[in-house]
């Protein structure tokens, strides 16, 4: 459903300094399943962005559908702002939309991130509020003042040389993961399609259903390797971070990898045992952890600030990116693209 709130003004393309925010052409993507924001809410935020500039406001209708809806403003050169009203996944898509030539700040529209789902990563990690009121009040106050930033993403791609080298491209804005974690993502949302909230408990329970149910959680099957290092061999865990905190728990941060930031490339956690002592003892410190200190220890290894590596599994795992499921793979490359989207902060 599309809905257009026309304010009359003469537009022109760019980004508006202070004063002429009514000049801007913007495309509000709804996602109407967001969980934590009811219809009256949306309507809401919609009248009072629409109070503000051009907006086009359009409600997803399908799987991928925030990804076309991005990939046809970034085509456009008419709009100047996409904001993504929804969960991470809704973020994840009109990323992928926006992005799907590459990255190009200068010419691309800007990106504005209203949280609506169960935690809301990336948002909360850009400082903004993890309501969606406020956060759109805090949007249109960053817009007044011509407030924004320019930030690095991830990008995985198919391996040359194996069978995953077909694979399409796919940018992720906050964390990606290869095995356990990717597992217990698949598992929820197995649940969510048989009518279940995505709720923290609900996580909670599909990760120790995972944990019991691993295959490989005492000997890994997955390698990291990059350019000019010796290769980390028989992880069992491998959690790629783009920001910092990792996730939430409620309103708890959890910081797997404290130093990554969307200023630089891209941070590793990995495991190489996952029996019940060692999962009791990482599970508590990242439960634990601070901007100072993650997850450590003899069977933990971290890597931070990386432009490129490859992880590589002897057996076919599941893959995670901003905490959407994408099947199983043996082989993914992992890429930090610094300064890729310009986003309203």
């Excluded at 935020?45 to 409600?59: D, F, G, Q, R």
């Excluded at 973020?91 to 990106?111: F, I, K, S, T, W």
């Excluded at 007044?144 to 804005?173: C, Q, Y």
Aim: charged share 20%.
């Amino acid at each position: 459903m599309i809905i257009s709130y026309l304010i009359p003004t003469s537009a022109c393309a760019g980004y508006h300094p202070v004063g002429t925010l009514q000049l801007m052409r913007a495309l509000l993507v709804v996602n109407p399943a967001a969980t934590t924001t009811s219809a009256r809410t949306r309507d809401v935020l919609i009248h009072a962005l629409a109070s503000e500039m051009k907006l086009e406001a359009v409600t997803t209708e399908y799987r991928g559908h925030a990804r076309d809806l991005g990939r046809q403003a970034a085509e456009s050169r008419d709009v100047d702002l996409v904001v993504a009203l929804g969960g991470d996944g809704t973020v994840n898509e009109v990323v992928n939309g926006l992005l799907h030539a590459g990255p190009d700040p200068e010419r691309l529209p800007r990106l504005a991130v209203v949280p609506g789902g169960s935690t809301n990563v990336f948002a909360r990690a850009l400082g903004l509020p993890n309501d969606a009121v406020e956060a759109t009040g805090a949007i249109l106050d960053a817009l007044r003042d011509g407030s924004e930033r320019t930030v690095g993403l991830g990008l995985t791609s198919g391996t040359p040389g194996t069978e995953d080298e077909a694979v399409p491209a796919r940018w992720f804005t906050f964390n990606a993961g290869l095995g356990f974690d990717a597992g217990v993502v698949g598992r929820v949302e197995q649940q969510r399609e048989r009518g279940r909230k995505s709720t923290h408990a609900l996580y909670v329970r599909q990760a120790m259903r995972q944990f019991f149910g691993e295959a490989h959680r005492r000997h890994g099957t997955i390698t990291l390797e990059r350019p000019d290092a010796d290769p980390v061999t028989d992880l069992v865990l491998s959690i790629v971070s783009n920001t910092s905190p990792w996730t939430f728990l409620g309103n708890h941060p959890m910081y797997a990898s404290p130093k990554a930031s969307f200023d630089k490339g891209l941070d590793v956690l990995g495991l190489s045992r996952m029996t019940t002592t060692a999962v009791a003892r990482y599970g508590t410190q990242l439960l634990t952890s601070s901007p100072e200190r993650g997850p450590h220890g003899k069977h933990a290894f971290s890597l931070h600030d990386l432009d490129q590596f490859t992880l590589h599994s002897k057996v076919p795992l599941p893959l995670q990116m901003d905490g959407d499921h994408l099947g199983l793979r043996t082989s993914v490359t992992f890429t930090g693209v610094r300064r890729a989207l310009r986003v309203i902060v």
